[in-house]
């Protein structure tokens, strides 16, 4: 048997600046959505700032279009009790393992909070309230804000409970999804809605076993290589549920520096092709996926992890040459984006880097987008920094 094909880090560092659209700019949110399987919307702004790296000519318009209008990118709860944005194909393969699986989880705990409450049975008090909910929805053609759910329905304020868990686990299921937004871009208030208003011709749920092997198809085709554990912690599942799906697949086991990894059958690099990628930069946002993407991160990452992740794994804003993160990102009080290195930056990549500064500037116009997971880099201040900031 020959041995497995071995990956660099180099040509895992040029994957992301093609398969994530980062090299070479695209058209489309949809597509670009498509270059990273999902996008996180844990922060609503993350939706926008994501799509700006990798979107040329990209409006807030557009966002808004493909979000609230043409709903072609759909916000779901899924992997790790996460909120992402899908796009509307890949749905139905969420419902059947994912976000089923975390709403199982999240309904055994609820019906526990609500006896502990002092009601005799949880399970029979949640699916009163989920069916209360769900007929007022039904009477309110274009959704309404949790505000309106609780007047409507006043005991999913149940001491221990509160309206945000109980409408968080109406959104894991099929039933309901997050519609138009009340509020500024940068804040996510929707109008919960009936999905089958949102989504108009609502396809049905994959089963668990159909949902993992696309889920992991996405990820393979986009993050691949990735070793069993990326794959874990991505899904939020087990190693037999990824197991089954890499047989289901027919993945290709391979070697990287980080240890065995996986690969689709048909992936070029089985046949010794190479990605080809010039020169990039690119400033992304807080948890975007390329950051996100896999549970090992050293080959893009290096030494920098301590300083551009909080204590609970959420990364703050990152900033990439070549494929490797070599700083972060903050704006100042007037809105200007400057960059923070973290590390000695040859001449191509500063100016680079200063360019993507100003553009990102320009695109925000003034506004300024906060953050509750902030890094430790991104809270320095700019006298204790290795290296000086790089302004737009």
Not at 94 to 113: F, H, M, N, P
Not at 193 to 203: I, M, S, V, Y
Not at 359 to 369: K, N, P, S, Y
Request: charged share 25%; aromatic share 6%; proline share 6%.
């Amino acid at each position: 048997m020959a041995a497995p094909v071995r990956v660099d880090d180099d040509e895992r560092r040029a994957r992301i600046g093609v398969r994530h659209a980062l090299a070479q700019r695209v058209g489309d949110p949809v597509e670009a959505t498509r270059a990273v399987g999902v996008l996180h919307a844990t922060e609503p702004a993350t939706v926008y700032l994501s799509l700006h790296a990798r979107v040329d000519g990209l409006a807030l318009d557009d966002v808004d279009r493909v979000l609230y209008r043409d709903r072609s990118l759909v916000k779901q709860l899924a992997m790790r009790r996460t909120l992402f944005c899908f796009p509307r194909d890949l749905l139905p393969a969420a419902w059947g393992s994912a976000s089923q699986r975390v709403l199982a989880a999240e309904s055994a705990r609820i019906a526990k909070d609500v006896e502990l409450a002092g009601q005799p049975d949880g399970v029979a008090w949640l699916g009163a309230v989920r069916g209360r909910i769900l007929a007022e929805l039904d009477t309110a053609p274009d959704g309404l804000t949790a505000v309106e759910v609780r007047e409507r329905v006043p005991e999913i304020d149940l001491l221990g409970v509160g309206r945000g868990r109980v409408m968080t686990n109406l959104g894991l299921s099929a039933e309901v999804m997050r519609g138009e937004n009340t509020q500024h871009w940068r804040v996510f208030r929707p109008r919960w809605t009936l999905a089958h208003r949102w989504l108009g011709e609502q396809p049905a749920a994959l089963t668990e076993r159909e949902g993992y092997r696309l889920l992991v198809h996405r990820w393979l085709e986009r993050f691949g290589p990735g070793t069993e554990e990326d794959i874990v912690w991505w899904l939020g599942a087990t190693k037999g549920i990824v197991r089954t799906a890499l047989a289901d697949l027919g993945a290709v086991a391979v070697t990287t520096a980080e240890g065995p990894g996986w690969l689709l059958p048909d992936d070029p690099l089985l046949d010794g092709a190479r990605t080809d990628v010039g020169p990039w930069a690119a400033l992304l946002p807080v948890l975007d996926p390329s950051i996100m993407g896999w549970r090992h991160r050293a080959f893009h990452l290096g030494s920098h992890g301590l300083a551009l992740f909080d204590r609970n794994g959420n990364a703050g804003t990152t900033a990439w040459w070549n494929g490797r993160v070599v700083g972060c990102w903050v704006q100042d009080d007037a809105g200007v984006v400057e960059v923070r290195p973290l590390e000695r930056l040859p001449q191509d990549a500063a100016t680079a880097l200063r360019a993507e500064a100003a553009r990102l500037t320009a695109w925000l116009d003034g506004v300024r987008v906060g953050t509750v997971y902030p890094s430790p880099a991104m809270r320095a201040d700019p006298a204790d920094l290795p290296y000086p900031v790089l302004r737009a």
